[in-house]
Nanobody, 123 residues
Framework: QVQLVESGGGLVQAGGSLRLSCAASGRTFSTYAMGWFRQAPGKEREFVAAITRNSGRTDFADSVKGRFTISRDNAKNTLYLQMNSLKGEDTAVYYC????????????????WGQGTQVTVSS
């Protein structure tokens, strides 16, 4: 098992930046591919970004391509999401998740989840 704790959310103006972190504990972090999802009020949880165990491949939702970057530091057991040029539609609770798959973009493919961190973008 792995336990995940997100941090770094907050209130930011449109056009601003935030970096989310996801600290992992428990079973070896480097054995999991990781992902970020988000859920806005009244909407389904949606895929944001994913990264393989060794950072060799990343995937992004079309809505965040060119603005968000996903990375990980296996030595620090930490996953990151750098969010730039934020828009109002990026407002949501952001979740990190772990999967034993090579990489995944669907939330049902993930095995472990954090509790989420709120990101609010004001216009």
């Amino acid at each position: 098992q792995v336990q995940l704790v997100e941090s770094g959310g907050g209130l930011v103006q449109a056009g601003g930046s935030l970096r989310l972190s996801c600290a992992a504990s428990g079973r070896t972090f480097s054995t999991y591919a990781m992902g970020w999802f988000r859920q806005a009020p009244g909407k389904e949880r949606e895929f944001v970004a994913a990264i393989t165990r060794n950072s060799g491949r990343t995937d992004f939702a079309d809505s965040v391509k060119g603005r968000f970057t996903i990375s990980r530091d296996n030595a620090k057991n930490t996953l990151y999401l750098q969010m730039n040029s934020l828009k109002g539609e990026d407002t949501a609770v952001y979740y990190c998740a772990a999967t034993t798959r090579y990489i995944a973009t669907m939330y049902l493919q993930y095995d472990y989840w954090g509790q989420g961190t709120q990101v609010t973008v004001s216009s």
